[in-house]
């Protein structure tokens, strides 16, 4: 595809489609919308603007769409594979102003949100109604990123990702057409399932300006608990046997000695430096929590488990997971002079030992060292790699070393992403991964977007 450059007649008209505010070429805004969390190098847009409606956006794809102009969403930047990245320049979409929670409807249990809300804002709003928005990817991602990307955290392995709770979407094409998906209903046998075909797409298809959300009652009772192995396979094959047992965790977390290190360092948690596993189990009642809790202990002691610590408080637990999900930004903190590339797949749970086995295999042979941890009750493991900055014979090393990983993931059945997304980052695997369909996806792409202006670059290798 070719894409034409904003020119003064561009730029003349977008400046008089939104107030004089919601538009702007500076240097500092288009710095922070040429980059998000990845190590994926930047790349500036040529504008930026921050839409109020549905319509505002419709306009704006119509006059790109008719010269040509790309056009990439933003939610909050924090997406781990480059997604968001202006890889053609052009024009982005800010919908950080487009964040107004539309209605909650407690006896349907929904809520219709604009695609600049942020979870956690959804969550508190919910509080006092007893429900809650359950994927928890931990940045503060907006609804519309969460969406685009299908993302899922720490609690997905009992309550699902964000295709879960995606019940009706507002989706504006590349020619300025607005379209509705799905319903309100529960549950629909309806023609083609096409809001599942934009979740995921990464602001590919279309342009998401309107959400409803199922919620789901927000759990009565809950606890927690801390295994400690002695080496990080033995944590794999515990994970195995809990999923198997069906004790049907909230959240099963398994974090490298490396990262229980860095963590009691900054957070003072006073953990066993040691492969762990947090868990965590949600019921309606306590004596079935206390049943679940003595068989989850049982299961770990078979595989070696250390020390089994249950029954954490609510503070305790907070705690843990506050510092689960800013272990990212404390690893880039400990190296501060390295870039630190996240390796994201997923793998079947019986293969999910294996491939902690090959990453762990990986940094004996290769002396390359990263942190190990990951949601592990849904085969999704992470793997942060630091590597100092211009050093291209060290990155060239956890290149190889991440295309074997990739490659074993696929080998195993799994995928080359969990949850992060293609982006840019595994584009090359696409084809290695879907081999036919790829050419499917190709054709549906082109369909809703004939002219490539949305997101381009993203996904096809």
Not at 336 to 359: F, H, K, Q, R, S
Request: contains cysteine.
């Amino acid at each position: 595809m070719k894409f034409n450059a904003l020119n003064e007649k561009h730029i003349r008209t977008l400046q008089h489609m939104v107030a004089p505010d919601r538009f702007s070429t500076g240097d500092s805004v288009l710095d922070l919308h040429a980059k998000d969390q990845s190590q994926h190098g930047p790349s500036r847009p040529e504008a930026v603007i921050w839409p109020l409606d549905r319509n505002e956006v419709a306009n704006l794809l119509r006059y790109a769409n008719d010269h040509r102009i790309p056009i990439t969403g933003w939610g909050s930047g924090s997406s781990l594979e480059g997604n968001p990245i202006p890889i053609h320049q052009g024009l982005v979409l800010d919908f950080s102003r487009m964040n107004r929670i539309l209605d909650i409807r407690v006896e349907d249990f929904q809520a219709d949100v604009e695609p600049g809300v942020i979870y956690q804002h959804l969550n508190e709003k919910l509080r006092h109604t007893g429900l809650f928005f359950p994927p928890d990817p931990g940045a503060q991602a907006t609804v519309g990123g969460m969406i685009a990307n299908n993302a899922s955290g720490t609690r997905t392995v009992y309550y699902g990702s964000t295709k879960d709770y995606v019940l009706r979407l507002e989706v504006v094409l590349a020619s300025g057409e607005i379209i509705e998906l799905g319903t309100r209903a529960a549950k629909t046998s309806s023609g083609y399932d096409l809001v599942h075909l934009m979740v995921g797409s990464e602001g590919t298809l279309g342009v998401v300006t309107a959400a409803t959300l199922r919620l789901v009652g927000f759990p009565v009772e809950y606890s927690a608990a801390i295994g400690t192995f002695p080496s990080v396979k033995a944590a794999g094959n515990a994970v195995f046997e809990i999923i198997r047992s069906g004790l049907n965790p909230a959240a099963l977390e398994l974090l490298g000695p490396e990262c229980i290190e860095l963590m009691n360092r900054e957070e003072r948690l006073g953990l066993n430096v040691s492969p762990t596993l947090f868990v965590e189990f949600h019921s309606s009642s306590a004596s079935h929590l206390a049943e679940v809790l003595e068989m989850g202990r049982e299961i770990c002691n078979q595989q070696g488990c250390t020390e089994f610590r249950s029954g954490l408080g609510k503070a305790e637990r907070d705690h843990i997971f506050k510092a689960r999900h800013a272990l990212g930004e404390m690893i880039i903190r400990t190296h501060p002079d390295c870039g630190t590339l996240v390796v994201d797949v997923a793998v079947p749970n019986t293969a999910y030992p294996e491939i902690i086995a090959a990453i762990g295999d990986e940094m004996k042979t290769t002396g390359i060292m990263g942190y190990t941890f990951g949601h592990a009750g849904d085969g999704n493991v992470h793997f942060n790699i630091p590597g100092k900055k211009g050093d291209q014979k060290q990155w060239a090393q956890i290149d190889k070393l991440v295309q074997r990983l990739v490659s074993k993931a696929l080998d195993l059945g799994g995928t080359a992403t969990g949850e992060h997304g293609v982006g840019l980052g595994k584009k090359k695997y696409m084809a290695a991964e879907h081999g036919k369909s790829l050419d499917w996806m190709k054709q549906i792409k082109t369909l809703f977007d004939p002219n490539g202006i949305l997101n381009p670059g993203k996904i096809f290798p």
